[in-house]
């Protein structure tokens, strides 16, 4: 991928950015973005030097999908990475953005999609569950599956147990993907998905 610039967006703690920031990855990071103005995620960020921006959700979503459009176009990414962000992407940036939006997800999907993937996936009483990368489509969770990685889910787990084996799993799983992608590219091919462009 030529001058790779990447926007991270995040909602919460950051413990994925995080993950991002302290890897070969940070030097193509050109800025993190969020929709919670206090998300201690902005703070990693600005501990690290990153420049950050807020587009908090208004009431009329399709102004905040243009907003957010528009702050994240200012910085002239080539790829987006939604780490742990909590709001759908409009459908433009989605179309603009195709196949450089790459999401991180607490399950194998297409297993336990949505927001609660962690709750899903014990309530359901799965045996085995674990994080996805994929692409980000027009659905939700939907998109081609770059790379995935399993998590046994043990007898005594809770949701906060199994969360935090999970985010282990997933901060390594991420870095590596981004590395690569940013070395390699990728090629899409209706669902399938492999490096090298």
């Not at 201690?40 to 908090?56: D, N, Y």
């Not at 909590?86 to 433009?92: D, K, N, T, V």
């Not at 927001?115 to 939700?140: E, F, I, N, P, S």
């Not at 043990?154 to 199994?162: A, G, M």
Request: aromatic share 4%; proline share 6%; charged share 25%.
């Amino acid at each position: 991928m030529p001058d790779p610039r990447i926007v991270v967006l995040a909602s919460g703690t950051g413990s994925l950015l995080q993950a991002i920031i302290d890897s070969s990855v940070r030097e193509f990071v050109v800025a993190v973005g969020s929709d919670v103005p206090d998300a201690p995620a902005l703070a990693r960020a600005e501990a690290a030097e990153i420049p950050t921006f807020v587009v908090p959700m208004r009431a009329d979503r399709n102004e905040w999908d243009r907003e957010l459009s528009g702050q994240i176009r200012d910085w002239r990414p080539s790829l987006i990475v939604t780490a742990g962000f909590m709001r759908i992407l409009g459908s433009e940036m989605v179309a603009e953005f195709t196949d450089r939006i790459i999401n991180s997800h607490p399950a194998l999907l297409p297993a336990f999609p949505g927001a609660h993937a962690v709750r899903d996936a014990l309530a359901y009483g799965a045996k085995v569950t674990g994080c996805t990368v994929h692409l980000v489509d027009g659905g939700v969770d939907t998109g081609p599956i770059i790379a995935q990685q399993p998590v046994i889910i043990e007898s005594d787990d809770t949701e906060e147990s199994l969360h935090e084996r999970i985010k282990e799993i997933e901060r390594v799983l991420l870095v590596d993907v981004l590395s690569r992608v940013v070395r390699e590219g990728v090629s899409v091919r209706g669902r399938s998905v492999t490096f090298g462009e």
